[in-house]
Nanobody, 122 residues
């Protein structure tokens, strides 16, 4: 079992910044990819940004140049620095991690965090 705990959401005015954090814990052998997704009311969950263990990143077009994803492999933690926030960034942000756990044997895992609300006022 792998648990993901997110923090850093909140209410901010348009143009402001927030930093989200997500820490993974459990019987983790390795984490391949970590990412952030978001889901606004009435919309499907969408990828915001992802990062591999080697540091390769991928961003949604809507956040390129404004958001930066990073990770601390030693702490199994991923961050999302969000700058120049817009009202359309308002959503519940979810952390995701995929990798390998070790209990009796190795097994693949994919886990989601509980979500953190980000609200951007105009």
């Amino acid at each position: 079992q792998v648990q993901l705990v997110e923090s850093g959401g909140g209410l901010v005015q348009a143009g402001g910044s927030l930093r989200l954090s997500c820490a993974a814990s459990g019987s983790i052998f390795s984490i391949n990819a970590m990412g952030w997704y978001r889901q606004a009311p009435g919309k499907q969950r969408e990828l915001v940004a992802a990062i591999t263990s080697g540091g390769s990143t991928n961003y949604a077009d809507s956040v390129k140049g404004r958001f930066t994803i990073s990770r601390d492999n030693a702490k199994n933690t991923v961050y999302l620095q969000m700058n120049s926030l817009k009202p359309e960034d308002t959503a519940v942000y979810y952390c995701n991690a995929e990798g390998t756990i070790v209990v009796d044997t190795k097994a693949d895992f994919g886990s989601w965090g509980q979500g953190t609300q980000v609200t951007v006022s105009s």
